[in-house]
Structure formats: C-alpha cells, structure tokens
C-alpha cells in the first residue's frame, strides 16, 4: 500500500525475479498451459520463466478463472507456478475475488459445462497493491490528502 508513483508495480514485477527457479516439471505445466491457451510465444518450446500475470481490474469472471464457449485457462491458471499481481484491489469488483477463493484454497480450478468438467492448475502467489485512500495521497508528507474523512 501506497501512494502513487512509491514503487508499488516495480516491487510486485521483481517478485518473480527473487524465486527458486522453476524444475523442468514446473517449466513442462506452465508451458502447456500457456500452450492450450494460445500463449505461447513463438519459438518458446519451454517456458522456463516463473510467469507474472497482471489481469486489469475491469477483468470478467471468465478471464479471471478461465471458460467461454470454447473453454480456456484464465489468469490464475496463467499465472500457475508465478504471481498473481492485483494491482489496485479495491477496484477488482467483489464476486470477481470471490471466485479466486477455489484456486487459492485448492491450487487448481474446475469449470463445470454440461458434457465434461475441466481441471486446470492454479497455484501461484497473489500479490496485491492499493492505494491508501481514493485521491491516493493520505500520509504522504508531500501531497495533500483531499478525500472526505468518511472515504479512508
């Protein structure tokens, strides 16, 4: 938490940078789930990188979790064996982080359609940033904070 411009999305993406590296079962899962959902860079037989995905608060539930007509992983299979980053929490609509609830607590999410029930991997670690109040100022010695008291 923090004022704008104090670091908060640099921190988040060197998170990555700081973890064990993946093993070659780690980098084999990754790179097909990124292969199933159309993302796998050309010429990338393995994704060898811990993945940091950073999905917009405007996000829908099927980009979060992942389905659709033809269901697809979302982020937070996207983001499986790296970080999950949520930047500006408090603008992530409520039943949008409630369907993170499975994922976090199970590692892994199942889509329910009428013919089958698909299972995608999801652990990652959720990082998550905000600002302290909505102007983005309250307790920064250099910018006033101008939100009604009733708003912090």
Known sequence: MGPPGSGKTMLARRVPTILPDMTIEEALETTKIHSVAGFLP????????????????????????????????????????????????????????????????????????????????ARFTLVASMNPCPCGFYGDSAHECVCDPGQI
């Open 42 to 121: 050309p010429n990338t037989p393995l994704i060898a990188v811990r993945p940091f995905r950073a999905p917009h608060h405007t996000i829908s539930d099927a980009g979060l979790i992942g389905g659709g007509g033809y269901p697809r992983p979302g982020e937070v299979s996207l983001a499986h064996n790296g970080i999950l980053f949520l930047d500006e929490l408090p603008e992530f609509r409520k039943h949008v982080l409630e369907m993170m609830r499975q994922p976090l607590e199970d590692g892994h999410v199942t889509l329910s359609r009428a013919a089958a029930a698909l299972t995608s991997p």
